[in-house]
């Protein structure tokens, strides 16, 4: 059964069993991946997945059911199982439904020839990336991961107030970690990923070579000297610590007291030279979306511009607590999860200049290229950080000798503040349920390293 037909019957027997008021929401993903080991496939997954969540009113109150069968069967069960959630339930601080805009972005996030590639061909690519990374140096002792993935899938909302949209979107990623150890050093490992919407823009080569390389850059390394010196995030762990700490700028967080940010709309509380932005939508970036998880059209806005405070993120209730229009960012995190808020393309904006001249800036201090520990180490209400890291020393601007073994630590709120400057780097990284994140490389002034 389609889910347009699905849909028609569903609302006929809604509207026939008493429901005031009601909605579907439809995911459907198909992804596929294969990991590669010694030249042979490892692990091949290829996976399908669908259902229907519905929510009406029923005597005034909202309730709420979900099933993975598309399937006329279904419908009486979703109807039965929602008017007995809403005979229950306590909470009367319900999810509204939303009419829709009258107008969406068109966002083209659906590529046909991505769509039909050959499983063959992916596999071949995998191969491909994990023979270039052991042929790249002798001293590349093991690839241990060599993956090649891609996803695809469409999401239908409709609801009895109007609202009828639908979008479709895939892309592509790929995956390289390998150890690389010098004759009597320690091992090492280097990391490097990609995502995109075409295979044609996927060079395993490249990959395979940054992941090597970064590796290799590592060897040697020595202990970090405790210190509170000048520190630089590359573009990639910068991109960590907002994404750390983005639930600071969620409405519902603010609401709750959980971030320290309530009453700051309009004020400066970052440097002149950050903005940070969350987009829905970007030509060419994988994770564009023309709408949320509520039917609510995406928007593209600037969370803090120029240091200044200039909007929270907002789903339909906490838009409604406010007094406020939704910019957004209500998302479901699963097919039974409950609208929550989260990001979209929420990425430091990058300025001209370059990541040289960035660490030209610094001077003498410490380049952080990997981070560990950011779910333990963060704490997202005071915005304090305590991070395993790993880097290089920056000596007279320029890039030093490998250091490790090392905590690096600050304050979320203190360090926006104390940004000395943004580089042109902008990277996004690979999209994930909370959100697609991104940013240049930051000079972030000084903070605390520790030797451990």
């Known amino acids: 059964m389609n889910i347009q037909d699905f849909k028609s019957l569903l609302f006929e027997k809604a509207r026939g069993a008493g429901f005031d008021s009601f909605e579907m929401y439809a995911p459907s993903t198909d992804s596929f991946q294969v990991k590669v080991f010694g030249g042979e496939i490892e692990e091949f997954k290829s996976a ?14 909202m309730g709420y059911a979900s099933t993975e069968k598309v399937a006329e069967d279904s419908i009486e069960y979703l109807l039965d199982a929602a008017r007995a959630n809403a005979a229950v339930i306590e909470d009367k601080d319900t999810e509204p439904l939303y009419a829709g805009d009258a107008e969406y972005p068109v966002v083209n996030s659906f590529n046909e020839k991505l769509s039909a590639a050959e499983t063959s061909e992916k596999c071949a690519l995998a191969k491909h990336l994990e023979t270039a990374a052991l042929e790249y140096d002798k001293r590349v002792v093991s690839v241990d991961l060599a993956v090649m993935g891609t996803f695809e899938g469409e999401i239908v909302i409709a609801n009895s107030l109007g609202l009828d949209v639908s979008h479709r979107s895939n892309g592509a990623f790929a995956v390289a970690m390998v150890r690389v150890q010098s004759e009597g050093g320690e091992p090492k490992v280097g990391f490097e990923s990609w995502a995109g919407s075409d295979l044609e823009s996927f060079s395993p080569d490249n990959v395979a070579r940054t992941a090597v390389e970064k590796g290799l850059a590592q060897l040697g390394a020595s202990k970090a000297a405790t210190a509170n010196t000048e520190v630089v995030f590359n573009n990639e762990t910068a991109a960590d610590i907002f994404a750390s700490f983005a639930s600071n700028f969620f409405a519902e967080d603010v609401q709750k007291g959980f971030s320290l940010l309530g009453g700051k709309l309009g004020q400066k509380i970052a440097s002149d030279v950050l903005t940070l932005r969350d987009d829905g939508y970007i030509d ?31 789903n339909l209730k906490s838009a409604e607590k406010d007094g406020v229009d939704s910019t957004g960012n209500g998302f479901k995190r699963g097919l039974t999860g409950p609208i929550t808020t989260g990001c979209g393309l929420f990425a430091v904006q990058p300025s001209r200049v370059s990541f040289d001249q960035i660490l030209d800036m610094a001077g003498d201090g410490i380049l952080i290229t990997k981070l560990e520990g950011l779910h333990a180490g963060v704490n997202a209400v005071t915005g304090d950080f305590s991070l395993s890291a790993g880097g290089f020393e920056i000596i007279g601007g320029k890039i030093g000798s490998p250091v490790d073994q090392m905590v690096v630590s600050g304050n979320f709120y203190e360090m926006i503040r104390d940004i000395v400057q943004v580089g042109s780097d902008l990277r996004f990284d690979t999209p994930s349920g909370d959100g697609t994140f991104g940013s240049p490389s930051v000079y972030a002034g000084k903070l605390n390293i520790s030797g451990v």
Do not use: M, Q, W
């Open 48 to 61: 399908h997945s669908s259902g229907v969540s519905f929510r009406g009113t029923y005597g005034g109150k």
């Open 284 to 314: 060419g970036c994988v994770g564009s979306k023309p709408f949320d998880s509520e039917g609510v059209a995406a928007k593209n806005k600037a969370v803090i511009e120029n240091g200044v405070l200039k909007t929270f993120l907002y």
